[in-house]
C-alpha cells in the first residue's frame, strides 16, 4: 500500500485531565513540518477546565452543555506555525470518561466517516517532534510493492535520548513470513504490535480490520488492535527517524511486582484485557491462562511485592473471574 499525495491526514489525539500537556501536544501538532489536514481532540469528559482552556486558547469558539448525554462535537479552523495552512480542528466532548480504547474507538470511527485518509494515534503527553509525521509519510511513501502495510509507528523516547519503556514495539524473528530485519537499511523494523503513542494507519486497513474495542478501557487496547492488523496478514512498520517524546512523570513500564498502590485499579484492566486476547484465541488457552493467573499469579504476587500484596492480589483475582464473562464486540 503506497500513500499518495493527495491523501489526507488527521491526527487524533485522546484527552483526560491533563490540559497542559495537551495543548503542548496540539502546538507539536500545528508545528509539523509536513502540515495535518485535521485533527481529532476527544475529551474524555475531563474536569480540569479543559474545554475552558481550549477556549481561551482560541481552539474553541463555544464550550459544550454541562449535562452532556451524548458526545459533543463542534470543528473549528486553526493554522500550521509554519506555513499558515488550514487545519480542521474537530473537538469532541465525552459525556464521561471511556478510557484510552473508547476515546480511540470515537475518534477514528468519527474521523473516517469524514473521509480522512491516514490517522495518525496518540495520547494527549505525546509530543511530537517537527518531522515526525513527515518522516512516517516518506518511508511509507517508499515502501517497496509487495508489502501490506497494516501500521506504521514511531521511535518513542523519554527525557533525552531514553527510549520509553512503555512503547517498545512488540518483534519477533518472522511476522507474516517477513524477517524482522528485512527493510534495516531503509530505517525501518518490521514490528507485530506497537501502542498508540504516534501510531499512522490508513483507512483502508481500518475497513477490513475494524476499529479498537472500546470496553478494554485502557491498557492492552492498542496491542490488541495492532495484533489485529496483523493477523489480518498486514506488516508493522517501525521507522527509526520518526520521533515523538511520551512526556510521562517517570520512564516506567507495566509491572504488577512493583507499581505504587495508586496504580492498583489499572491492573484490573490490565489482567482482564489480556484474558481476554488469550480467548481469541481459543478456549483451552484461555482457561490455562486463567488457572495459571489465579494460581501462579497470586503466588508470585505474594513473593515478590515487598507491600500492598492483598490488594493487588484482590485486584488480579477480581479481573481474572470478570475476564470470564467479559465478551466484547469487535466492530
Same mark, same amino acid.
Given at each position: 500500500?503506497?500513500?499518495?499525495?493527495?491523501?489526507?491526514?488527521? /491526527?487524533?489525539?485522546?484527552?483526560?485531565?491533563?490540559?497542559?500537556?495537551?495543548?503542548?501536544?496540539?502546538?507539536?501538532?500545528?508545528?509539523?513540518?509536513?502540515?495535518? #489536514?485535521?485533527?481529532?481532540? !476527544?475529551?474524555?469528559?475531563?474536569?480540569?477546565?479543559?474545554? $475552558?482552556?481550549?477556549?481561551?486558547?482560541?481552539?474553541?469558539?463555544?464550550?459544550?452543555?454541562?449535562?452532556?448525554?451524548?458526545?459533543?462535537?463542534?470543528?473549528?479552523?486553526?493554522?500550521?506555525?509554519?506555513?499558515?495552512?488550514?487545519?480542521?480542528?474537530?473537538?469532541? %466532548?465525552?459525556?464521561?470518561?471511556?478510557?484510552?480504547? =473508547?476515546?480511540?474507538?470515537?475518534?477514528?470511527?468519527? *474521523?473516517?466517516?469524514?473521509?480522512?485518509?491516514?490517522?495518525?494515534?496518540?495520547?494527549?503527553?505525546?509530543?511530537?517532534?517537527?518531522?515526525?509525521?513527515?518522516?512516517?509519510?516518506?518511508?511509507?511513501?517508499?515502501?517497496?510493492?509487495?508489502?501490506?502495510?497494516?501500521?506504521?509507528?514511531?521511535? !518513542?523516547?523519554?527525557?533525552?535520548?531514553?527510549?520509553?519503556?512503555?512503547?517498545?514495539?512488540?518483534?519477533?524473528?518472522?511476522?507474516?513470513?517477513?524477517?524482522?530485519?528485512?527493510? $534495516?537499511? $531503509? =530505517?525501518?523494523?518490521?514490528?507485530? =504490535?506497537?501502542?498508540?503513542?504516534?501510531?499512522?494507519?490508513?483507512? #483502508?486497513?481500518?475497513?477490513?480490520?475494524? &476499529?479498537?474495542?472500546?470496553?478494554?478501557?485502557?491498557?492492552?487496547? #492498542?496491542?490488541? &488492535?495492532?495484533? %489485529?492488523?496483523?493477523?489480518?496478514?498486514?506488516?508493522?512498520?517501525?521507522?527509526?527517524?520518526?520521533?515523538? %517524546?511520551?512526556?510521562? @512523570?517517570?520512564?516506567?513500564?507495566?509491572?504488577?511486582?512493583?507499581?505504587?498502590?495508586?496504580? *492498583?485499579?489499572?491492573?484490573? &484492566?490490565?489482567?482482564?484485557?489480556?484474558?481476554?486476547?488469550?480467548?481469541?484465541?481459543?478456549?483451552?488457552?484461555?482457561?490455562?491462562?486463567?488457572?495459571?493467573?489465579?494460581?501462579?499469579?497470586?503466588?508470585?504476587? /505474594?513473593? @515478590?511485592?515487598?507491600?500492598?500484596?492483598?490488594?493487588?492480589?484482590?485486584?488480579?483475582?477480581? /479481573?481474572?473471574? *470478570?475476564?470470564?464473562?467479559?465478551?466484547?464486540?469487535?466492530?
Amino acid at each position: 500500500m503506497q500513500a499518495n499525495e493527495k491523501e489526507t491526514v488527521c /491526527a487524533i489525539v485522546v484527552t483526560y485531565q491533563r490540559k497542559e500537556l495537551l495543548l503542548e501536544c496540539l502546538q507539536a501538532l500545528r508545528s509539523q513540518e509536513e502540515p495535518l #489536514d485535521a485533527i481529532y481532540l !476527544v475529551d474524555n469528559a475531563s474536569s480540569d477546565q479543559t474545554p $475552558e482552556t481550549l477556549m481561551e486558547k482560541r481552539y474553541l469558539q463555544n464550550l459544550p452543555p454541562d449535562d452532556l448525554k451524548t458526545p459533543w462535537e463542534k470543528t473549528s479552523s486553526i493554522h500550521n506555525s509554519i506555513d499558515g495552512r488550514s487545519i480542521n480542528l474537530h473537538y469532541m %466532548r465525552m459525556p464521561r470518561n471511556t478510557g484510552g480504547s =473508547g476515546g480511540f474507538y470515537e475518534g477514528l470511527k468519527r *474521523a473516517r466517516e469524514k473521509g480522512y485518509d491516514w490517522f495518525w494515534l496518540m495520547d494527549d503527553d505525546t509530543i511530537p517532534s517537527e518531522h515526525a509525521l513527515q518522516n512516517l509519510t516518506e518511508k511509507v511513501k517508499r515502501l517497496p510493492s509487495g508489502y501490506r502495510l497494516g501500521f506504521a509507528c514511531s521511535k !518513542v523516547i523519554w527525557e533525552g535520548k531514553a527510549i520509553h519503556k512503555m512503547n517498545i514495539p512488540q518483534i519477533q524473528p518472522i511476522t507474516n513470513g517477513l524477517p524482522f530485519n528485512e527493510l $534495516e537499511d $531503509e =530505517g525501518m523494523l518490521i514490528v507485530k =504490535g506497537a501502542s498508540f503513542v504516534s501510531l499512522l494507519i490508513h483507512r #483502508d486497513v481500518v475497513g477490513k480490520v475494524g &476499529y479498537p474495542i472500546r470496553q478494554l478501557f485502557i491498557w492492552g487496547d #492498542d496491542i490488541e &488492535y495492532t495484533g %489485529r492488523i496483523i493477523n489480518a496478514g498486514y506488516i508493522g512498520l517501525y521507522v527509526r527517524e520518526s520521533t515523538v %517524546r511520551h512526556k510521562t @512523570k517517570d520512564n516506567y513500564q507495566v509491572n504488577i511486582f512493583r507499581d505504587t498502590p495508586e496504580n *492498583a485499579w489499572k491492573y484490573y &484492566y490490565d489482567v482482564r484485557n489480556k484474558l481476554f486476547m488469550e480467548k481469541q484465541h481459543g478456549l483451552s488457552r484461555y482457561i490455562s491462562a486463567f488457572i495459571k493467573n489465579i494460581s501462579q499469579g497470586n503466588l508470585k504476587l /505474594a513473593r @515478590k511485592r515487598k507491600s500492598h500484596k492483598l490488594k493487588f492480589i484482590w485486584t488480579n483475582t477480581l /479481573a481474572s473471574f *470478570a475476564s470470564l464473562i467479559f465478551n466484547p464486540h469487535i466492530k
